[in-house]
């Protein structure tokens, strides 16, 4: 998982702070070292983390934050004001044309993960938003590159347009503008060739095909696991060509996570979309509100949500949600939601999107394999409906009667009582900072 080590710096620092009744300046001078140590580490532009600190400092020793009356929470949520902001804000939407077909070029280098985005943009385009979407084989120079999107094509069902490799860029570009007028398809994505390295020669064709398309959004395919080179290739490509937009592949791999910090404040373009992983599916809308609190520990539960809404109803979905916000959550909500979290995928990716899950150590060991659950499943069942619901009930000799109810051990009972109490108790803190601000439903 992308963030892992600045995640567990910046939580570890952060929890010195978060419960202090008093904080002093000299406590969020020393909080900053520290923050601005750990953001260097995960290789974040050393521009950007001056920045970055600098606002912090300003907005976090003012007599607001100090005087409240948990000053310490109060840094921490400009620390995540801050961070959101310094990856845009807001999400930061797919354009759509006014008239019919939308031009997207995909652009970036070898290996960057292009082709592979052109497939699974069209994927979400047409499960999510219900377009038709033509794709565009135009990298003639990488060896397979027009294979490799015929076959996520086909794969997908899809259409994909080629002319081979014989033919320059610029004349597929003309002629697929043609067919999807014909076709009526609402967007066309064009996958133009990479280099190694940037080069005058495809900055000059990816411009000539920027002249003939006009396209709505250019986005810029870079690789998270490159991290300071992402930035300079961002830039270089901004320069050039004026991009409307990034995509950061691979952030499902072991990256440290400063690309994704660094390439908004630098090329003063959003991150559209995040690449989280090799398969057609693996494409999430970039949320910096939503990646700024997984990366303070404060949890994910929105991007969790949504996950679980492709595998359980939306009712019960929605009532999770609120359970969430008002702390309402039992235990046979908390087994349910380990049931769904086998089918929803890689147990770190759904665990860091919970709230708190770094301070979580014990969850970390939950694995949620057939067995373990039964074994959950048999303790919360041995909990009679108002212990369920009420934690606080659960005295030593209730534990024991639940221990031996269950099969299982005292230390089992009292772990997974630990663990629902955290998770309760960061769903709340959480739910506090989301009722702020939270814009609802758009295109994404
Ligand atoms: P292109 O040269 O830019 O078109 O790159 P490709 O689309 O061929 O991708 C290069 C490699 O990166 C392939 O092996 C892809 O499967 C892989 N890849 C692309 N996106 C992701 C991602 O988000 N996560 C992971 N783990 N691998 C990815």
Do not use: W
């Amino acid at each position: 998982m992308a963030f892992e080590g600045l995640a567990e710096r910046l939580q570890g620092t952060l929890n010195k702070i978060r419960g202090k009744g008093k904080v002093s300046e000299a406590d969020v001078k020393e909080m900053m070292r520290e923050v601005r140590l750990a953001l260097l580490e995960a290789d974040v532009n050393f521009k950007v983390v001056k920045q970055f600190i600098a606002n912090v400092k300003e907005r976090a020793v003012g007599q607001e934050v100090l005087k409240s009356l948990t000053p310490g929470q109060q840094v921490i949520k400009v620390v995540n004001d801050e961070l959101t902001k310094l990856m845009g804000g807001q999400q930061s939407k797919i354009a759509v044309a006014s008239k019919p077909p939308t031009v997207v070029m995909m652009v970036g280098l070898q290996g960057a993960g292009k082709t592979t985005t052109t497939g699974k943009l069209a994927n979400h385009l047409r499960k999510k938003h219900n377009r038709q979407p033509l794709m565009v084989a135009a990298d003639i120079y990488r060896p397979a590159a027009i294979k490799q999107l015929e076959t996520l094509g086909k794969q997908l069902s899809m259409p994909v347009f080629s002319m081979g490799d014989q033919v320059s860029p610029v004349e597929i570009a003309k002629n697929a503008m043609v067919e999807a007028k014909q076709n009526h398809h609402d967007y066309v994505l064009i996958d133009t060739a990479g280099r190694l390295h940037v080069d005058e020669e495809l900055m000059n064709e990816l411009e000539e095909i920027k002249a003939l398309t006009n396209p709505d959004e250019i986005l810029l395919v870079v690789d998270a696991m490159t991290g300071q080179d992402a930035v300079n290739v961002a830039e270089s490509f901004n320069e050039r060509l004026g991009i409307t937009g990034v995509v950061l592949t691979k952030l499902d791999g072991d990256t440290r996570g400063g690309a994704a910090l660094s390439v908004k404040a630098v090329t003063d373009t959003p991150i559209k979309f995040a690449g989280m992983g090799e398969k057609v599916d693996a494409l999430e809308p970039f949320h910096p509100e939503r990646m700024a609190s997984r990366i303070l520990g404060m949890g994910d539960v929105l991007t969790l949500i949504e996950k679980a809404q492709t595998n359980v109803d939306e009712a019960k979905a929605k009532e999770l949600e609120r359970k969430m916000r008002t702390n309402e959550l039992t235990f046979d909500d908390f087994l349910e939601q380990l049931e769904q979290v086998k089918s929803m995928g890689p147990l770190d990716e759904l665990l860091s999107m919970m709230p708190g899950a770094g301070k979580m150590k014990g969850l970390k060991n939950i694995q949620v394999d057939d067995k373990q659950l039964s074994h959950i499943e048999a303790i919360v069942k041995s909990m009679t409906k108002a212990e369920k619901e009420d934690p606080s009930l659960l005295n030593a000799s209730r534990r024991r009667r639940i221990a031996k109810g269950s099969g299982t051990s005292i230390q089992e009972v009292n772990r997974l009582i630990k663990q629902f109490a955290e998770m309760k108790k960061m769903m709340k803190q959480m739910a506090g900072m989301q009722g702020k601000g939270k814009k609802k439903g758009g295109f994404k």
